[in-house]
């Protein structure tokens, strides 16, 4: 992963809660900014992280590495999303401004999408938000609040929250377009991810059908029209190679699911009905050479 390195370690020691110890390389925070547009803004935030003892995730994708996501709303970004599902610690925007006014790392707890979007919170922030950044909010306060639920259960020798995607064997039959996020995004949380796709398409990979536990496919996956395959690497070909390997799947008694499900699952929680996400290829389909 690619960070941008520190000017100065941080302040770890400054004065009894004015900073949250976490894990990454020794005590130094680690951030991942997401939904920036302007990049002046973008530069003067990661100055500031720097200026500050902090180190800055640059690298277009999420990274296990990072110990923050900063953002100016809950967002469907990949960051973002891959932040909540390992747990990460995700702050508002405000939380560097004021930060760099006090001249180190502040204490984040009140600036934690968690504390925002609690139920009795009645933070101007929280009363802008738009109904998808709500949604992603409550995910956020369910999922930090049965954290630290945990955290107690396990320092009295109880066990830990476990990741959203723990114990699936995921194989993804999804485009281009999303496969990369939505391969972080499982993995982020907790997810055991089979061969890629285009391994397995040209032939370099195999997948373990007996081991698999869950497929998401993108819809795009049964257009059998040619000119719906530019999200396909390998063009329908590869779709067409997909296709035998979700009918393998199938054969094999696993119900395959829309890409959808990841997320709206993240969201949701554990006891999202998978019923009306259910996808199959239909009996009939002759999964030929294209001509």
């Not at 930090?144 to 699936?168: D, T």
């Not at 032939?203 to 007996?210: A, L, Y």
Request: proline share 3%; aromatic share 4%.
């Amino acid at each position: 992963p690619r960070t941008r390195r520190s000017k100065r370690k941080s302040d770890d020691d400054q004065g009894g809660r004015a900073v949250r110890r976490c894990v990454g390389e020794g005590n130094t925070r680690i951030f991942a900014i997401t939904g920036v547009v302007h990049k002046e803004t973008l530069r003067k935030m990661e100055a500031a992280i720097e200026s500050l003892g902090g180190d800055v995730l640059v690298q277009e994708g999420f990274s296990d590495v990072c110990t923050h996501v900063i953002s100016p709303k809950p967002l469907l970004t990949e960051k973002f999303l891959c932040g909540l599902a390992a747990g990460k610690i995700l702050v508002h925007d405000s939380y560097l401004w004021e930060s760099e006014r006090a001249g180190h790392l502040l204490d984040e707890s009140s600036f934690e999408w968690a504390s925002i979007s609690r139920p009795s919170s009645a933070s101007k922030v929280k009363a802008e938000m738009d109904s998808v950044s709500r949604e992603l909010a409550k995910a956020v306060y369910k999922r930090r609040a049965a954290q630290q639920q945990n955290e107690q259960i396990e320092g009295m020798g109880g066990v830990a929250a476990e990741p959203p995607f723990k114990g699936m064997v995921v194989m993804l039959l999804v485009s281009d377009d999303k496969r990369r996020q939505l391969h972080n995004l499982l993995l982020a949380g907790g997810a055991e991810m089979c061969a890629d796709l285009a391994d397995v398409c040209s032939g370099e990979k195999t997948c373990n059908i007996k081991a698999t536990t869950h497929a998401f496919v993108s819809p795009s996956l049964l257009d059998t029209d040619t000119r719906t395959a530019q999200n396909w690497s390998g063009g329908d070909t590869m779709r067409i190679e997909a296709r035998k390997v979700m009918r393998q799947l199938q054969d094999h008694g696993l119900r395959c699911l829309r890409e959808e499900f990841i997320v709206d699952m993240l969201i949701e929680g554990p006891s999202l009905s998978r019923r009306q996400y259910q996808i199959r290829l239909p009996e009939e389909e002759d999964e030929g050479e294209p001509e």
